[in-house]
C-alpha cells in the first residue's frame, strides 16, 4: 500500500507564498508498472475538487490548471519519494484543502490529468488560507 502524506499549509496573507509538501511511502511501485503520476488537488468551500498541477515520472512532464500557471510550480524528489508545491503570489481564491495524488502508470501523466477518477491513492489534505 502507498501512504502520501501533506504537510506545509497553513494561513498566509494575500501575496504570500507557501510550499507544500507530500511524501510517499510504502510500494514505490506496483507490479509491472515502473513509474507514476502525482498531482496536486484543492477544494475549497462549497466547490468541487479540482486539479492544480501533476508530474510524471515518465517525462518529467508537468501540467497546471490554468488559474495557477505562472504561480504555482510542482516539483519532486525521487530520492526522498516527495512530492512539492510552490506556490507564489497566493490569492484569497487559493484557498482551500489540498490533497496530494498518485497513480501508477507506464505512460506520461497525459491530457486528463485533472480528474481525480485517474488517481488511486490520495492524502488527508491540508488546508491553505489566504486572506
Known amino acids: 500500500q502507498v501512504q502520501l502524506v501533506e504537510s506545509g499549509g497553513g494561513s498566509v496573507q494575500a501575496g504570500g507564498s507557501l510550499r507544500l509538501s507530500c511524501a510517499r511511502s510504502g510500494d514505490t511501485f506496483s507490479g509491472t508498472y515502473t513509474g507514476y503520476c502525482m498531482g496536486w488537488f484543492r477544494q475549497g468551500p462549497g466547490k468541487e475538487r479540482e486539479g492544480v498541477a501533476a508530474?510524471?515520472?515518465?517525462?518529467?512532464?508537468?501540467h497546471y490548471a490554468d488559474s495557477v500557471k505562472g504561480r504555482f510550480t510542482i516539483s519532486r524528489d525521487n530520492a526522498n519519494y516527495t512530492l512539492y508545491l510552490q506556490m507564489n503570489s497566493l490569492k484569497p481564491e487559493d484557498t482551500a484543502m489540498y490533497y496530494c495524488?498518485?497513480?501508477?502508470?507506464?505512460?506520461?501523466?497525459?491530457?486528463?490529468?485533472?480528474?481525480?477518477?485517474?488517481?488511486?491513492?490520495w492524502g488527508q489534505g491540508t488546508q491553505v488560507t489566504v486572506s
Open positions: 495524488a498518485a497513480r501508477w502508470t507506464n505512460l506520461p501523466c497525459g491530457d486528463r490529468w485533472y480528474l481525480s477518477s485517474q488517481y488511486n491513492y
Open positions: 508530474i510524471s515520472s515518465r517525462d518529467g512532464g508537468t
